[in-house]
């Protein structure tokens, strides 16, 4: 464990990364304290710059407080991207270890099914989705998972296809182990740096396709959230800028911080692969 | 004077290696049209020297000192730009691993004319390259100008390599193990055409090996590499004959013999019966061109109780599928396994369990073989536990094992990537015998290991079987270890076995000409080494 | 490749397509089915569903009181022969809305794409050529800002920054209102309303092309191959173009493929941005005013660029890459 912290701390962008996402899940778990009340309270006179009135990040067209709606937001944002990331996993990882495992039929039926939804344009889908079963929080949450399974299913029977032939899981089977112990206890440990590598990354997305869901004002109505800001700012940009540029600075941090995370655990679990990638 | 001149040459490893230097203090000399091969371990510093003296370290390895003269001129003076004139047309190498030596999307007579263009010789090359790929033997020299590399087998390619390193004419050929990856019969082939080569045309050649038995094929002189440093050079047959340092003795001592012994016939009764084994592999789906493949066909053979039977062949013969047969790793379409009586094929998965503990496997890869992320101990403990013996006991039995194999009880507790090959191969000993088998299978289980290592496993399975009474299926390509190791032996070929009976008969009147040709490739077979038990 | 090898192929990957098309076909169907509520009101759309008679007539012309899977002849039958059903709050028919604005949205996405593989292969190469130096990193920094950003706040950021700040190029639409333009004018002013939209929708495919080159020449440089080469006395330069290169080619263009359908996706939120009139905007007023015909025929269309695009792409690397052919 301090070999993978040693070789974590050695990308010093991914350092920065934790550390940025540090203080966006701190503000998300701050926000009630920080900005106590709803968001979508009116707090002052609308359109107020930044800086004026008290007000950190000024406010937007109905007076209430952008940067209440950041922090909030960002609780939003941050759940819907786990929890989807978390149902995009699990749906991925047993069709790519059914697939990667038994091989033969079933490999071929879930590559098919895989490709598939590969071609469909995923944010096209999502928007059907969510406008099909009425936006709501957990309509956008089924509508992401459902888009971003395919790349951990593909990932997860790569790796499982080239663990099955590996001797030690052989080994295993001539030892007389049952599959599935075989599956849980030999292959599925030494699955796993690329899917926490890969998990990292899709939260990103995940948080890209929710904020551009709410743009387009799929969001849950009853939420205020990233992308719904900077909607609502969309019509009025030139009378009130920073409606749109902070809330997108604050998608920006956090995706980027993300990315940069998932890099380091990248490098800090493929060593070799870091060199090669000209990183260490 | 010299061809090649290399003198006091040191280049340095990056900070945290295991030595500073990754090779110290180098002088070694080629003369024009002779052979000189230089001998090593992995990890002996013989590839950095070749790399060296062809310029292309990387920046990671700098040269520390030394020079290295080649043709009158210190290439080391010599700027980036003039010593890439120099290579590929004075001085060519070529490499290991012939699979992937090639760019897969050039044509192959595209990258040999390519030497001859960026060498200003580009007029001439559409008679050149017929003309070059036909000097190395190759069939159909237009044909095969056309073809990419994946068309083309191992040997092929190394030939296309040969070819592409000759275009010029240099005087110096460097070749960094280039048969190592090779079956045996190709193997013989490209060490012919390089004796050939450097009678023709006078070429002098640094050849880079780890087999002895290359070396007493082919070398002049021999130079041999320990942890970065030569420790004994001098004319071949003096040093294969009479080597004078403890580390030459000691890796000579290892080469298997060559000369089997013996053996009384076992004749005891029949545990194992193979017949009729059938195994195919379709390649291709619905709408692609398919292939079969017979992997296994006519392989019968029977194993008699406390012998140990050598299955021989090349890549593709079958030996490897065949052997996993008998373990049900695959499944043979028809044919029957018959173990004291019963015959296992048609068995469920579950039938199978209880005969998993008198059948058992070793394998391979040193470096896959283990579970990386399970301890040593639970490893050697898992099969017995999973078979409803207590934990505690299989751990002592776990414990009891290490001591066998000859590792220390402390390994309970530690990974594998804590052990070198040679100790991960006796773990996996080790957990093959925590079932206490009747029959155990091993799938080449020295290949990957060094020289000196490979004797000690040897050893170690010729003392287990003895004591134990272990009956063994022996897979190996190398024919001077199944002579070592085996009562009788099995050649297969193309997934039949042409022939088999007693290892010496085998050995001294092979009936089918695929054993004769097998027999003729082994390299050095003219050499005996020799007994070096008593202290020089 | 020679043609007979070709025609072979072509057809094989072309059923391969066709059959995902009817699967995409099948997939709309049962999203028309899975909504909540009655499957007429869904098909007629919001503006539609307020209409009785208009109800009517599609449960007859789609035989709603019938059993699954007559309806999903029907609608099979209805689709392809480009009947993609009516959108009563435009009053005209799906197909012909869709073929209307299909040429904008051709534009913006072919000029993205365009942009992004160009700069970004070019990019990917210079920072793998120069790894570990200012090149390398100022390049990879960009690229991952490109990355983490949300196209539409780009494309506002440029909005603000050029229309609004700057008043260098006009903020939406194709054309200029109100102006008649001919010949090489006219060329002029939609390529100054292209530019904005374009760069918005290639910036973040130009940073993922310019990681993913960047990342397999990196690979590639270490294969023995071009050790080979260097050891024959190739030029780094060469070396770099005829070996490198072309192998790093390889995964991106199978990268591309997949990425088609993303790009098609973005152009939804791009277009929304700067009112170009393409489908993508069709179908965010038709999300507005929940108008599932429309929006189901936007769905059916862009999965038939896709397929199209990847068969294109399939047989570019088909070409590229011989040992193709060979594993069928």
């Known amino acids: ?280 | 004077m010299s061809l090649l001149s290399v003198e006091n040459l040191t280049v340095a490893l990056p900070p945290g290696g295991d030595r500073p230097h990754a090779v110290e203090d180098i002088t070694l000399t080629v003369d024009p049209g002779e052979i000189l091969c230089v001998v090593g371990e992995s990890g002996s510093g013989k590839s950095i020297t070749a790399n060296a003296v062809m310029g292309l370290l990387p920046r990671s390895l700098p040269v520390k000192t030394g020079r290295i003269r080649f043709e009158g001129q210190d290439l080391l003076d010599l700027t980036p730009e003039a010593m890439r004139r120099l290579r590929g047309a004075r001085l060519a190498m070529i490499f290991q691993e012939p699979m992937t030596a090639l760019n897969p999307l050039m044509r192959v007579g595209d990258q040999i004319a390519e030497a001859l263009r960026v060498h200003g010789a580009g007029g001439d090359v559409a008679r050149r390259v017929p003309e070059l790929l036909a000097a190395v033997n190759l069939p159909d020299p237009a044909a095969i100008a056309k073809s990419h590399p994946f068309r083309l087998s191992g040997g092929q390619r190394q030939r296309v390599m040969i070819a592409m390193a000759l275009a010029l004419e240099p005087s110096l050929l460097i070749a960094d193990e280039p048969t190592t990856a090779l079956d045996v019969t190709a193997q013989m082939q490209i060490l012919r055409l390089v004796r050939e080569i450097q009678s023709r045309r006078g070429t002098g050649v640094l050849f880079i090996t780890h087999d002895f038995g290359v070396v007493a094929e082919i070398a002049d002189r021999v130079a041999v590499m320990q942890q970065g440093r030569i420790v004994e050079q001098g004319p071949a047959q003096t040093v294969l004959n009479r080597p004078q340092h403890p580390y030459t003795r000691s890796l000579i001592a290892a080469v298997p013999h060559g000369a089997p012994p013996e053996r009384p016939a076992a004749g005891g009764e029949t545990i194992l019966r193979v017949a009729n084994v059938v195994k195919t592999y379709r390649r291709g789906g619905w709408f692609g061109t398919s292939a079969t493949v017979r992997a296994v066909h006519d392989a019968d053979f029977t194993l008699a109780k406390g012998e140990t039977l050598g299955v021989v062949g090349e890549s593709g013969s079958g030996k490897s599928t065949l052997a996993r047969c008998v373990v049900r790793l695959v499944e043979p379409e028809t044919g029957e396994i018959t173990f004291n009586g019963t015959n296992l094929r048609p068995l469920s998965r579950a039938a199978w369990k209880p005969y998993r503990q008198r059948i058992q496997m070793v394998f391979q890869d040193p470096y896959a073989s283990l579970n990386p992320r399970r301890k040593v101990g639970e490893t050697i403990a898992e099969g017995p536990i999973t078979h409803g013996v207590p934990r505690e006991v299989a751990l002592d039995r776990a414990r009891e094992l290490l001591r066998l194999v000859q590792l220390d009880a402390g390994a309970m507790d530690r990974y594998p990537h804590e052990f070198s090959g040679g100790q991960r191969q006796r773990i996996g000993i080790a957990r093959a015998l925590a079932m206490e088998p009747e029959l155990l299978i091993a799938d080449e289980p020295v290949s990957a290991l060094d020289v000196s290592v490979q004797a000690q496993v040897l050893a170690l399975l010729a003392e287990i079987r003895q004591r134990l009474g272990l009956t063994m299926l022996f897979i190996t390509h190398d024919l001077r270890v199944a002579a070592q190791v085996c009562d009788r032996i099995a050649v297969m070929q193309r997934g039949a076995i042409v022939e088999q009976g007693p290892t010496a008969q085998v050995f001294s009147s092979p009936q089918h000409p695929y054993t004769q040709q097998l027999l003729d490739s082994i390299p050095g077979r003219g050499w005996t080494p020799p007994d070096l038990s008593q202290a020089a | ?328």
């Not at chain 1, 067209?61 to 944002?77: C, E, K």
């Open chain 1, 1 to 280: 464990m301090r070999d993978f912290w040693r070789r974590y701390r050695r990308n010093k962008g991914a350092v920065l990364g934790l550390v940025i996402l540090f203080l966006v899940i701190l503000m998300a778990i701050l926000a009630p304290v920080l900005f106590p009340g709803s968001p979508w309270d009116m707090v002052s006179a609308p359109f107020m710059p930044p800086g004026e009135m008290g007000l950190l990040l000024g406010s937007d067209s109905l007076g209430r407080d952008v940067a209440a709606g950041i922090a909030h937001g960002a609780r939003i944002s941050l759940l819907v991207g786990a929890v989807s990331t978390l149902a995009a996993l699990l749906i991925g990882v047993t069709l790519g270890a059914v697939a990667g495992y038994l091989g033969g039929f079933a490999d071929d039926a879930v590559m098919r099914f895989t490709e598939f939804f590969q071609t469909i344009p995923s944010f096209v889908l999502a928007i059907l989705l969510v406008a099909i079963f009425n936006p709501s929080i957990s309509s956008v949450v089924f509508a992401i998972a459902v888009v971003s399974w395919p790349p951990v299913a593909r990932v997860v029977r790569a790796e499982f296809l080239s663990l099955r032939s590996r001797e030690f899981v052989q080994a295993a089977e001539v030892l007389g182990k049952s599959r599935l112990s075989i599956v849980l206890t030999d292959i599925l440990p030494n699955a796993l740096s690329p899917i926490v590598v890969l998990a990292s990354l899709m939260v990103a997305t995940a948080i890209l396709l929710e904020s551009a869901l709410s743009f387009l004002g799929l969001g849950d109505p009853n939420l205020m959230t990233w992308g719904f800001l900077i909607g609502a700012g969309r019509s009025v940009i030139r009378l009130a800028w920073w409606m749109s540029v902070f809330p997108g600075i604050a998608i920006f941090l956090t995706v980027l911080a993300l990315n940069l995370v998932g890099e380091g655990l990248s490098d800090a679990l493929n060593p070799r692969l870091a060199r090669q990638r000209g990183a260490a």
């Open chain 3, 1 to 328: 490749m020679d043609p007979t090898k070709l025609i072979g192929f072509l057809l094989r990957r072309g059923l391969k397509a066709a059959i995902v098309v009817l699967a995409i076909v099948v997939c709309n169907f049962l999203l028309v089915h899975a909504a909540p509520g009655d499957p007429a009101s869904v098909i007629a759309g919001q503006s539609g569903a307020a209409d009785p008679l208009f109800l009517e007539q599609l449960r007859k012309q789609f035989g709603l009181d019938q059993p699954l899977y007559v309806q999903l002849w029907v609608y099979l039958k209805s689709v392809l022969t480009l009947d993609l059903g009516f959108s009563h709050r435009q009053q005209m028919p799906v197909a012909s809305l869709i073929l209307d604005r299909l040429p904008a949205t051709l534009l913006l996405t072919g000029a993205a794409f365009v942009f992004a593989i160009v700069t970004g292969v070019t990019l990917g190469a210079l920072a793998a050529r120069r790894v570990g130096r200012w090149a390398d990193s100022l390049i990879t920094i960009i690229a991952l800002t490109f990355y983490a950003t949300p196209l539409f706040w780009v494309g506002l950021m440029l909005v603000l920054l050029f229309s609004v700040w700057l008043e260098w190029l006009p903020s939406f639409g194709m054309s200029s209102v109100g102006v008649e333009l001919h010949g090489m004018a006219a060329v002029l002013d939609v390529a100054k309303h292209l530019l904005l939209p374009a760069l918005t929708l290639g910036l973040f495919y130009l940073a993922v092309y310019a990681r993913l080159t960047r990342a397999t020449m990196l690979e590639v440089a270490d294969q023995d191959f071009v050790k080979t080469a260097r050891a024959k006395g190739v030029p780094e330069g060469r070396i770099l173009r005829a070996h490198v290169l072309r192998n790093a080619l390889l995964p991106v263009i199978t990268f591309a493929g997949i990425q088609a359908g993303q790009l098609i996706g973005g152009s939804i939120l791009v277009e929304t941005v700067f009112a170009w009139p393409g489908i993508g905007r069709l179908a965010f007023d038709a999300l507005l005013a929940r108008d599932y015909p429309v929006l189901l025929g936007v769905f059916f269309c862009t999965s038939v660029m896709v397929v199209l695009f990847n068969l294109v792409t399939d047989l570019l690397y088909a070409v590229v890459d011989p040992r193709v052919e060979v594993s069928g």
